[in-house]
């Protein structure tokens, strides 16, 4: 059954219909000139405190009208927004002053699709969310691109050292959260520790030793080890069989830490959810397939409306959990939808599968951050959506400027 619903879901995206007629030939990645973001100066600030608190839930003081009413930044305003700290994983911080160069594309128009009212929940009526237990497609692509991110959210793998998350994960808009200092990023493992040759003596070698010692289940107490001192270790999740449909992982340490300066406080008057997405850097390269980033394109052009993204929600502890949904309501920076989600998945990467110019071949890119459960003004009242941050021209720029540096391959997305 399992294998159907998969069959199921991988053949989504392959045909869209608006108003009874086949538009297939529509939905295509359109690469666009972007604008190139490059460093001016980067200057040491003081260490973070590494003591707020993390908030998995946000209130926004900018809902949907509000977004939509908002003046286009001018190119001093998007200086300093997009400028940026660094935090490298020996605990030191600097802030980037970037210029923008080249043009600054105008916002995508708003478009409003009507729903019915909403419950003020995570989950929408029934839970369509989906737990994937099959290894084989727990890790392979698609679903192999979900990280785990110690704070307690998820990420998604966008090159081979860099992971794509939530801001408010690692920040609450004034410091760093307890534990974002040793940060780690755990990857789905193809391989349980008893797969595979045996080892001589049982031993562990230097490197799985340092794993584990890094693996976050250790500094909650569910499992404990000392050199010498006989005690029987517990299961870790890093270990577990995947028999119960959990999957192992791999725990690689942060070398940096890359978030825009206007999600910070002071910057915007208050965080802003346009600027709720990070870039970690791993210390070490992995050798899975990853996910490239796309821009955002408007709903029109996706089919049926439809996004997807696999994150580690809290509710379905060590299980791998994926749903779909339709968007709602769109601004020049954020989706809001009713995609079933729970704490843990924040930071999850949302994607589309579109078809490749001139190709037959259809893709998936990333072109959102999930950030999560949030509480929107409209029309004066609080409402609830669940929100996700969209990749636009300039952000795009960011993000492969943080990647690549000043780098020609940022120069189309």
């Known amino acids: 059954m399992e294998h159907m619903l998969l069959l199921f879901i991988f053949c989504i995206p392959i045909l869209g219909l608006t108003n009874g007629t086949e538009t297939e030939q529509d939905f295509t990645w359109h690469l666009k000139k972007i604008p190139q973001i490059v460093s001016r100066r980067t200057f040491s600030l003081d260490s973070p405190k590494f003591e707020a608190k993390p908030k998995l839930e946000l209130n926004s003081?900018?809902?949907?009208?509000c977004q939509r009413k908002?003046?286009?930044?001018?190119?001093?305003?998007?200086?300093?927004?997009?400028?940026?700290?660094?935090?490298?994983?020996?605990?030191?911080?600097?802030?980037?002053?970037?210029?923008?160069?080249?043009?600054?594309?105008?916002?995508?128009?708003?478009?409003?699709?009507?729903?019915?009212?909403?419950?003020?929940?995570?989950?929408?009526?029934?839970?369509?969310?989906?737990?994937?237990?099959?290894?084989?497609?727990?890790?392979?692509?698609?679903?192999?691109?979900?990280?785990?991110?110690?704070?307690?959210?998820?990420?998604?793998?966008?090159?081979?050292?860099?992971?794509?998350?939530?801001?408010?994960?690692?920040?609450?808009?004034?410091?760093?959260?307890?534990?974002?200092?040793?940060?780690?990023?755990?990857?789905?493992?193809?391989?349980?520790?008893?797969?595979?040759?045996?080892?001589k003596g049982g031993k562990r070698s230097r490197r799985e030793v340092s794993a584990a010692q890094e693996d976050p289940e250790v500094a909650t107490g569910k499992r404990r080890r000392s050199k010498g001192d006989g005690r029987k270790q517990r299961r870790s999740g890093r270990k577990q069989e995947t028999s119960d449909g959990m999957p192992s992982f791999q725990w690689t340490r942060v070398k940096s830490t890359h978030i825009p300066k206007g999600w910070f406080k002071g910057v915007s008057g208050?965080?802003?959810?346009?600027?709720?997405?990070?870039?970690?850097?791993l210390k070490r390269p992995h050798k899975r397939k990853y996910m490239e980033l796309g821009i955002s394109p408007t709903i029109k052009m996706m089919p049926g409306s439809m996004i997807h993204f696999s994150g580690f929600d809290n509710d379905r502890s060590g299980q791998l959990v994926y749903r779909f949904c339709s968007i709602s309501d769109e601004s020049n920076d954020l989706f809001y939808q009713y995609c079933?989600?729970?704490?843990?998945?924040?930071?999850?990467g949302v994607y589309l599968r579109l078809k490749e110019p001139n190709k037959k071949k259809w893709k998936r890119k990333i072109i959102a951050v999930f950030s999560g459960h949030q509480w929107v003004d409209v029309n004066g009242e609080q409402q609830d959506y669940n929100v996700a941050v969209r990749i636009t021209p300039l952000k795009y720029a960011q993000i492969c400027f943080w990647m690549h540096g000043n780098d020609e391959t940022c120069t189309q997305g």
Request: glycine share 8%; proline share 5%; net charge positive.
């Open 61 to 65: 003081v900018c809902g949907i009208e």
């Open 70 to 199: 908002l003046p286009v930044p001018s190119l001093s305003d998007l200086k300093d927004l997009l400028s940026y700290e660094t935090v490298f994983e020996n605990g030191t911080r600097t802030l980037t002053e970037v210029n923008v160069l080249g043009p600054v594309l105008d916002p995508v128009g708003n478009t409003t699709i009507q729903r019915s009212p909403r419950k003020k929940r995570q989950i929408y009526g029934t839970d369509s969310r989906f737990s994937i237990y099959d290894r084989r497609f727990m890790t392979n692509f698609p679903f192999n691109t979900a990280v785990k991110i110690s704070t307690g959210c998820s990420g998604v793998l966008i090159s081979p050292k860099h992971v794509l998350t939530a801001a408010h994960c690692l920040h609450n808009g004034k410091d760093y959260v307890k534990g974002s200092k040793r940060l780690r990023v755990g990857l789905m493992r193809t391989k349980s520790r008893g797969d595979g040759r045996k080892r």
């Open 270 to 281: 208050d965080i802003a959810l346009d600027y709720d997405y990070a870039v970690l850097e």
């Open 340 to 348: 079933d989600a729970e704490p843990g998945s924040t930071g999850s």
